[in-house]
Antibody, heavy 117, light 110 residues
Framework: EVQLVESGGGLVQPGGSLRLSCVAS????????MSWVRQAPGKGLEWVAN????????YYVDSVKGRFTISRDNAKNSLYLQLNALRAEDTAVYYC??????????WGQGTLVTVSS | QSALTQPPSASGSPGQSVTISCTGT?????????VSWYQQHPGKAPKLMIS???KRPSGVPDRFSGSKSGNTASLTVSGLQPEDEADYYC??????????FGGGTKLTVL
């Protein structure tokens, strides 16, 4: 059974940093591109970033470029999202999802990031 | 990276059919066949219902179908059931621009 388990969310002040993690199991992690998708409270889904299987290519939504960094450790079956210079508008549930975006079959349960003073 | 356009709400009675539209541009919806549809119940993670315009993943009822014409994709739910009441999101892969989602449609089963 495919499982994606996110962690690392929490309350952080504006301008602060967080590192989100997503541990994968039930499939060959190194064979799949991975993505982060977020959802602000009461709002719709927003793609944040994706990364190819070997980490050689990374893509970001314009609003997070230069502030967020996606990475992976295939030896640890783990996906990461480093969030820097956080803003109130980054408050959201952050999901990791398997794939590039052709159709996300597998999602984690999400981790909540709240940016507030 | 502009969001795809969906109607904010849709509704239908049990047993009826409802269609939800998703309008993009030639750079996303109209430019490839990687349109997906997701169902999301409150407090839950999204669930993939349709991929690549019209493909149903294993386990998704055949009451759900997808199509596309030009820059507009559509999700049709036939034989509406109470458990179909949820938010529905479309998305389109857009190459190096990543993935763009629609704003979501709240489907109410009357």
């Amino acid at each position: 059974e495919v499982q994606l388990v996110e962690s690392g969310g929490g309350l952080v002040q504006p301008g602060g940093s967080l590192r989100l993690s997503c541990v994968a199991s039930g499939f060959t992690f190194s064979s799949y591109s991975m993505s982060w998708v977020r959802q602000a409270p009461g709002k719709g889904l927003e793609w944040v970033a994706n990364i190819k299987q070997d980490g050689s290519e990374k893509y970001y939504v314009d609003s997070v470029k230069g502030r967020f960094t996606i990475s992976r450790d295939n030896a640890k079956n783990s996906l990461y999202l480093q969030l820097n210079a956080l803003r109130a508008e980054d408050t959201a549930v952050y999901y990791c999802a398997r794939g590039l975006g052709y159709g996300y079959v597998s999602w984690g349960q999400g981790t909540l990031v709240t940016v507030s003073s | 990276q502009s969001a795809l356009t969906q109607p904010p709400s849709a509704s239908g009675s049990p047993g009826q059919s409802v269609t939800i539209s998703c309008t993009g541009t030639s750079s996303d919806v109209g430019g490839n066949n990687y349109v997906s549809w997701y169902q999301q119940h409150p407090g839950k993670a999204p669930k993939l219902m349709i991929s690549e315009v019209s493909k149903r993943p294993s386990g998704v009822p055949d009451r759900f179908s997808g199509s596309k014409s030009g820059n507009t994709a559509s999700l049709t739910v036939s034989g509406l059931q109470p458990e179909d009441e949820a938010d529905y999101y479309c998305s389109s892969y857009a190459g190096s621009s990543g993935v763009v989602f629609g704003g979501g449609t709240k489907l109410t089963v009357l």
